[in-house]
């Protein structure tokens, strides 16, 4: 089952918190501008792509593992965007991973603490507009990817559980060029109940 149905035509995602609900994390103004155009771009432009494409009854993860070019690089930011902003609630101080998940990451990284540090450090050397990511592989196993553009860990058979976006428009408005800045925030808006249904 594909994380987003659709009718020949994707929706944007449904999301279970408000514009300004992130804040200070994630501003409005960033949330508007990153939600409501980068990512409704990403969806008109799927759309537009989709009649003869061959890819007009896949669902977002085929499309993602089995096309190029111009629709993978929006099939891949709609998955890749609605993961993304899926993933959080509002900001909560000393918010942790509990139970499976919690688990899992002190198996594959020796702690949080620990994977938190490795996280943030392959989301702030990633060269360039890409992603970060925290997946499972087919047995299970933790594992932290970079990503570069569009694309996300389905195109190497990983299960994505977490993302980190470190395109410029996920963080300029609010941190200016502060990468590192804005990835250590982040931590305090994700919703590890939604990671570990992924899980
Ligand atoms: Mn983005």
Redesign the pocket.
């Known amino acids: 089952m594909s994380i987003i149905q659709h009718d020949g035509k994707f929706l944007m995602p449904q999301l279970a918190y408000g514009a300004n609900e992130l804040s200070p994390v994630i501003s409005g103004e960033t949330f508007e501008y ?1 939600y409501g155009k ?1 990512l409704q771009a990403y969806v008109n432009n799927l759309n537009a792509a989709l009649p003869g494409s061959g890819f007009e009854n896949s669902t977002l993860e085929d499309i993602v593992k089995k096309s190029d070019g111009g629709i993978f690089n929006n099939a891949g930011q709609v998955l890749n ?1 609605t993961l ?1 902003f899926q993933q959080f609630k509002a900001p909560s101080e000393g918010n942790a991973p509990t139970g499976k998940i919690a688990a899992a990451i002190d198996n594959a990284f020796g702690s949080f603490d620990k994977f938190k540090a490795e996280f943030e450090a392959k989301g702030v050397s990633l060269f360039g507009s890409g992603w970060v990511w925290l997946s499972a592989d087919a047995n299970g196993k933790l594992v932290i990817t970079q990503n570069k553009n569009a694309d996300n860990p389905v195109t190497a058979n990983l299960r994505p559980l977490l993302t980190f ?1 470190v ?1 410029e ?2 963080y300029y408005i609010d941190y200016r060029n502060a990468r590192a800045a804005h990835l250590k925030a982040l931590w305090s808006i994700i919703d590890w109940k939604v990671i570990e249904e992924r899980f």
């Open positions: 990153h980068h965007h993304y976006d395109w428009h996920a």
